[in-house]
Nanobody, 122 residues
């Protein structure tokens, strides 16, 4: 399985970015999930948002609820993270990951993509 994340960049506080994660190499079941994590310098990797491929199970970190939206295009095997009202504290490297399990923590992911840098200036 290959995961290709893209869409990062530099944006001013209050701005928006949309990250994409294209998955290839496997047919996912509806219960498999795609998850976004982020890691800021000197901090641990943290959960941001996740969704099952069925869309029946989604979740967000409290810090991004109401500002970020995860969505998917099953036909394109792509998951998106729409990030609005960005804050400087959202600055991090964002990673997408895939899991066949139900626990959306870094240690339970089966595949990882390379990260994409998001920088939010004040």
């Amino acid at each position: 399985v290959q995961l290709q994340a893209s869409g990062g960049g530099l944006v001013k506080a209050g701005g928006s970015l949309r990250l994409s994660c294209a998955a290839s190499g496997r047919t996912f079941s509806s219960r498999d999930a795609m998850v976004w994590f982020r890691q800021a310098p000197g901090k641990e990797r943290e959960f941001v948002a996740g969704t099952s491929w069925s869309g029946g199970n989604t979740g967000y970190a409290d810090s991004v609820k109401g500002r970020f939206t995860i969505s998917r295009d099953n036909a394109m095997n792509t998951v998106y993270l729409q990030m609005n009202s960005l804050k400087p504290e959202d600055t991090a490297v964002y990673y997408c990951a895939a899991t066949f399990g139900i626990r959306w923590s870094p240690g339970n992911m089966d595949y990882w993509g390379k990260g994409t840098q998001v920088t939010v200036s004040s």
